[in-house]
């Protein structure tokens, strides 16, 4: 789909991130941020998505791509991100279930609402505090799975490693986000 070269891709990416943040910040808007969040509810965004899924972690265009990606996962399988943070928030011993701020009862539609509430923050919030509930929800995310595979380990090997993998990408995600609320906050966001 984007023919550009690998330079002229990055500096798009970066541009259309920027644009995108300044422009809906700028208008300040509840209806504006809504149309954005319901873009990204659905398939509106997913050319600009693609375009930004190479980018750095440490571009603003990277840590779009991350939150569009976490809201991505959640409309593909509602259920089965409800299981992951219930499992992990049973598990986890830190304040990341009070960062990330899911309501009660969790389910499929507290979880897509705390992702929208995520992707809404990054565009009429502080950037920085948008990117810790997202960290934290994702370590989260990486706990559930980590103890759902810890539970099919003798069930069955194939599941148990995709939930295995599925832990450590959403710890990766984790530790990306949370630098990205650094960079916001130092100003070295790309």
């Known amino acids: 789909m984007w023919a550009a070269t690998k330079p002229a891709r990055r500096r798009i990416a970066q541009e259309t991130s920027w644009a995108l943040l300044n422009r809906v910040r700028r208008v300040a808007d509840s209806d504006v941020v809504d149309r954005v969040v319901a873009l990204a509810q659905?398939?509106?965004l997913n050319d600009i998505a693609e375009l930004w899924s190479s980018s750095s972690p440490h571009s603003l265009a990277g840590q779009l791509w991350r939150?569009?990606?976490l809201r991505r996962v959640v409309a593909h399988d509602p259920?089965?991100?409800?299981?992951?943070?219930r499992?992990?928030?049973?598990?986890t011993p830190t304040i990341d279930p009070v960062v990330a701020g899911v309501a009660e009862p969790i389910g499929p539609e507290s979880i897509a609402e705390l992702c929208d509430t995520i992707l809404r923050g990054v565009f009429a919030g502080d950037l920085a505090i948008a990117?810790?509930?997202a960290a934290s929800y994702c370590r989260i995310m990486a706990q559930g799975a980590a103890a759902l595979a810890d539970?099919?380990?003798a069930f069955s090997d194939e599941h148990a490693s995709e939930l295995t993998t599925r832990a450590l990408r959403y710890s990766t995600l984790a530790q990306e986000?949370?630098?990205?609320?650094?960079?916001w906050r130092d100003g070295t966001l790309d």
């Open 131 to 133: 990117l810790e509930r």
């Open 177 to 183: 986000l949370h630098a990205g609320a650094r960079r």
């Open 42 to 44: 659905g398939d509106g």
């Open 87 to 91: 499992a992990g928030q049973m598990r």
């Open 67 to 69: 939150i569009y990606l």
């Open 79 to 85: 259920e089965g991100a409800s299981d992951l943070f």
């Open 151 to 153: 539970g099919r380990d």
